[in-house]
């Protein structure tokens, strides 16, 4: 069964570091895998996507994840973190069906 | 951008009570879903809906919850008799294309729905 294992539940980081949340998947073939960050009392916004082709891809708000199939990780970065990027982020999988399973989360805090 | 739109964004209801949450999907999008998250736990996926049918839904979904598309626009989910274990908030996310398309799901902003 496709799963997603967020292993870091909260993440504190400096304004201006730099950012690297991690996501693992279990799935047979190449998954559709997904950011999303949900701020407090909000939904969730699509931060990048990977379907195939080039294993770095670039999102919104300056993120980008690097797919690498030999470690099975999607992992979300960003060079320098901002205030206002502090939210929960949620890595998922689509796989052979139209569902989304979606990892546990990481909060991310970020002090001035 | 278009987006998905929800409402209420905060339902209370009594214990036993049916309750009916809405949802208007972005207009040209074809799949439909409802997701949901229990405080503090993560999302879990419900129901998918595509072209007037339940084209997936998971053990939670049981014989309590319902699906529909009334109209062009709306998608619902309906609760018959709620429980205290319902309590969540309730997403609903709809795609252009479902399953195995370059297509991704794009959510509202939920409904929090409180069971008392």
């Known amino acids: 069964a496709q799963s997603v294992t967020q292993p870091d539940i909260h993440i504190t980081v400096s304004e201006g570091a730099s950012l690297e949340l991690r996501c693992n998947y279990s799935?047979?073939?190449?998954?559709?895998l997904f950011w999303y960050v949900q701020s407090p009392g909000q939904g969730l916004q699509l931060l990048l996507k990977?379907?195939?082709?080039?294993?770095l891809v670039q999102g919104i708000k300056g993120f980008e994840a690097e797919f690498k199939r030999s470690q099975s990780s999607f992992n979300l970065r960003k060079p320098s973190v901002h205030w206002s990027d502090a939210a929960e982020y949620f890595c998922?999988?689509?796989?052979?069906?139209?569902?989304?399973?979606f990892g546990t989360g990481t909060r991310l805090q970020v002090f001035p | 951008e278009p987006e998905v739109t929800q409402t209420p964004s905060h339902q209370v209801t009594q214990m036993g009570q049916e309750v009916i949450l809405r949802c208007v999907p972005i207009?040209?999008?074809?799949?439909f879903y409802w997701y949901r998250q229990i405080l503090g736990q993560k999302v879990e996926f419900l129901v998918s809906f595509y072209n007037n049918e339940i084209s997936e839904k998971s053990e939670i979904f049981d014989d309590q919850f319902s699906v529909e598309r009334p109209d062009g626009s709306n998608f619902t989910l309906k609760i018959r008799s709620t429980k205290l274990e319902d309590s969540a908030m309730y997403f609903c996310?709809?795609?252009?294309?479902?399953?195995?398309?370059?297509?991704?799901?794009?959510f509202g902003d939920g409904t929090r729905l409180s069971i008392l």
């Open positions: 998922a999988v689509g796989a052979d069906t139209d569902k989304l399973i």
């Open positions: 799935y047979g073939a190449t998954p559709y």
């Open positions: 207009s040209n999008h074809l799949y």
């Open positions: 996310a709809s795609s252009e294309n479902g399953g195995r398309s370059n297509q991704p799901q794009h």
């Open positions: 990977y379907f195939s082709g080039d294993t």
